[in-house]
């Protein structure tokens, strides 16, 4: 019991630190104003993706035939690796970073154990009810904040910009759990982190490859546009996905999704200090329900007491059998 409890701790912590790099990518983009959605998440999930390939190149060729027995898996996470980066920053993009960020990071421990459930026939626990909730919630807040707060940009937003931008939003929640999931089975099916992640990430770096050679000219530009570029694609994603992945080794995908919702919080802490940008107080209001959040899925869980019983001996003092005591009732969810 203690070791599972360490070993999820250690996995939930792996996932925060992970949702702290991703939180730093809305600012770098900032440095970087004239390269286009599509170009930034390219060179984002795609140079990260094949590198955590390239790293993982020893254990994937050792591990290739568990991979190929698992060939379904790897496609639908790696197509989902690829699709998730132009879903998100182009709903950020066409609804606002708000919107976007809400609908696209809110959105993905629904779908993530909507997967669960229909893949794996999960359970949802009371626990991670109220985590979600709670994090949803200070999303929702956040979002309502920034929204708020907003005095720069563009004030107007056509309507089908908008129902365009929150569904893209969608797409990358589902695109997100998917690939999650995706990582999740894998590593639990015997294949390691990293043979597991570099090979769906490397998959999906391949086929974000023709849309960065599309548009990633800015990024050649100027000097701060490639050092944007190169940050995106080593720091949050190629880094963040490691961590991420060790993170899945030890937490179901929707706890992890869940744990990400952090992502938004710090992003927004990041504005004010970096960016300048100001926070209403129902912003703060929100970063610290997300951080209750987190404390509702990470403080360690007490172990339920055992009824202490005799041992089974098989048979009663007259040597007449004794049945085998019936199994507890598992009440934790």
Same mark, same amino acid.
């Given at each position: 019991m203690t070791g599972m409890t360490g070993s999820t701790g250690v996995g939930s912590l792996c996932v925060l630190l992970a949702s702290v790099l991703w939180g730093t990518t809305g600012t770098a983009a900032t440095f970087a104003p004239d390269v286009g959605p599509l170009a930034i998440g390219a060179?984002?999930?795609?140079?990260? *993706?094949?590198?955590? !390939?390239?790293?993982?190149?020893?254990r994937i060729r050792?591990? $290739?035939?568990?991979?190929?027995?698992?060939?379904?898996?790897?496609?639908?996470?790696?197509a989902a690796v690829g699709a998730y980066p132009l879903a998100f920053y182009s709903s950020m993009h066409l609804a606002g970073v708000a919107a976007g960020t809400v609908v696209s990071i809110g959105s993905a421990p629904l779908a993530s154990a909507l997967v669960?459930?229909?893949?794996? *026939?999960?359970? #949802?626990? =009371?626990?991670?009810t109220a985590g979600a909730a709670l994090g949803l919630t200070g999303t929702v807040l956040l979002c309502a904040a920034e929204s708020a707060g907003a005095h720069s940009g563009p004030a +107007?937003?056509?309507?089908g910009s908008i129902v365009l931008g929150v569904g893209l939003g969608l797409v990358a929640g589902l695109t997100y759990a998917l690939y999650s999931w995706a990582a999740h089975r894998l590593i639990s099916r015997g294949v390691s982190s990293a043979a597991a992640m570099g090979t769906v990430?490397?998959?999906? *770096?391949? #086929? #974000?490859?023709p849309v960065l050679l $599309? %548009?990633?000219?800015? #990024?050649?530009?100027? =000097?701060?546009?490639?050092?944007?570029?190169?940050?995106m694609a080593l720091v949050p994603m190629f880094i963040g996905y490691v961590l991420f992945g060790w993170g899945l080794a030890h937490v179901p995908a929707s706890t992890a999704t869940t744990l990400s919702l952090l992502e938004p919080?710090?992003? !927004?802490?990041?504005?004010?200090?970096?960016?300048?940008?100001?926070?209403?107080?129902?912003?703060?209001? *929100?970063?610290?329900?997300?951080?209750?959040?987190?404390?509702?899925?990470? !403080?360690? +869980?007490?172990? =339920?007491?055992?009824?202490?019983?005799?041992?089974? %001996?098989?048979?009663?003092?007259?040597?007449?059998?004794?049945p085998d005591p019936a199994p507890a009732l598992d009440t934790t969810r």
């Open positions: 060179v984002a999930m795609g140079c990260g *993706g094949l590198l955590q !390939a390239l790293v993982a190149v020893p050792r591990e $290739a035939p568990a991979l190929r027995r698992r060939r379904g898996v790897v496609l639908l996470g790696g669960e459930r229909v893949m794996d *026939g999960r359970r #949802l626990t =009371r626990r991670w +107007t937003r056509s309507t990430f490397g998959l999906g *770096g391949v #086929l #974000l490859m $599309a %548009t990633g000219a800015p #990024l050649l530009d100027s =000097r701060s546009n490639a050092a944007v570029g190169a940050y919080a710090v992003a !927004a802490v990041l504005a004010v200090l970096v960016v300048g940008e100001r926070l209403p107080a129902l912003g703060w209001a *929100g970063i610290a329900s997300v951080v209750c959040c987190l404390a509702v899925l990470t !403080a360690p +869980t007490a172990p =339920r007491p055992r009824t202490t019983t005799p041992p089974h %001996t098989g048979a009663h003092a007259d040597g007449r059998p004794q």
